[in-house]
């Protein structure tokens, strides 16, 4: 059997389409592609009016999601969270400003963050999984504990920690 694609489908109670927005509205060459609307079938089940918002599929740099507005029965936790590999610091920044406005966002250790919606990003520089990938080395540990330290990471305090040297 053949797969096609793999397209994690989130579960908000009643904010899909307003998820779907914001997403959309941080990451370049994004859109939303379709949005569903609940009929009447199903009522009974579902709980939710005749005509409103369903699901919505949406694009995030080529990566494709599913919002769906299922009630308040699951909220998300940190046991899954998506992935942001940045180039430069700046994207780092860019990325951690925009997630973390609205809302309560919870900023959390090592480049974790929780978005107004409660789902969790990591907001990670290029290169870091290399710096620590050899747990026996002075420079990964360096890494490491400087990594600790952080909420926000600091691409270029990683790099001077890695490589034993101190100050800007």
Not at 107 to 120: E, I, M, N, T
Not at 151 to 159: A, Q, R, S
Request: aromatic share 12%.
């Amino acid at each position: 059997m053949k797969i096609t694609r793999i397209s994690p489908c989130l579960w908000f109670a009643d904010q899909a389409e307003q998820a779907a927005n914001f997403y959309t509205s941080i990451f370049k060459d994004s859109k939303i592609v379709s949005i569903t609307r609940y009929g009447t079938a199903g009522f009974e089940v579902h709980h939710r009016p005749a005509g409103s918002v369903m699901t919505v599929d949406f694009d995030l740099n080529g990566v494709r999601f599913t919002a769906l507005n299922g009630g308040p029965v699951f909220t998300f936790n940190e046991a899954v969270s998506f992935q942001i590999i940045c180039e430069t610091q700046d994207e780092v920044d860019y990325y951690w400003q925009k997630l973390t406005a609205g809302g309560d966002p919870k900023a959390q250790q090592c480049g974790w963050l929780k978005d107004k919606f409660g789902l969790s990003w990591q907001v990670v520089p290029d290169g870091m999984q290399d710096m620590l990938k050899d747990p026996e080395s002075e420079a990964a540990s360096r890494a490491m504990s400087a990594m600790m330290q952080m909420k926000k990471l600091d691409l270029n305090e990683l790099k001077r920690a890695y490589a034993g040297r101190q100050g800007p």
